[in-house]
């Protein structure tokens, strides 16, 4: 298990996006939004766009902890997951994303 300090600059920039972007510290699915971006997805989030300097501060961040952080609604807290974990869960939140979007052009 990774110390909180450790991986808590990860979770204040998505948590500073999140704020920018819909004014909520922890916007629903705002990790699973910010890792698109970084994996070169859409750079709109709510009422912003975001920029250059933030996506590579995610880039940086993620890659020095090789993970990223989450919400896991199990517990109700932010935790951080190994990349390994994280590409999982990822994969997961498209696999639901796309169920989602389906059901709405049905």
Do not use: H, K
């Not at 990860?10 to 699915?29: H, K, N, R, V």
């Not at 109700?76 to 190994?82: I, K, L, P, Q």
């Amino acid at each position: 298990m990774v110390d909180r300090n450790v991986w808590a600059p990860l979770e204040e920039a998505i948590s500073s996006i999140s704020e920018a972007g819909f004014c909520a510290a922890w916007m629903d699915e705002v990790e699973y939004r910010l890792w698109e971006a970084v994996r070169g997805g859409p750079r709109e989030y709510g009422q912003i766009t975001l920029a250059d300097a933030q996506i590579e501060e995610l880039r940086q961040l993620s890659g020095r902890l090789d993970g990223w952080v989450w919400f896991n609604d199990e517990t109700g807290f932010e935790e951080f997951v190994a990349m390994e974990r994280w590409q999982q869960l990822y994969e997961e939140w498209l696999v639901r994303r796309a169920a989602r979007r389906g059901r709405m052009n049905e």
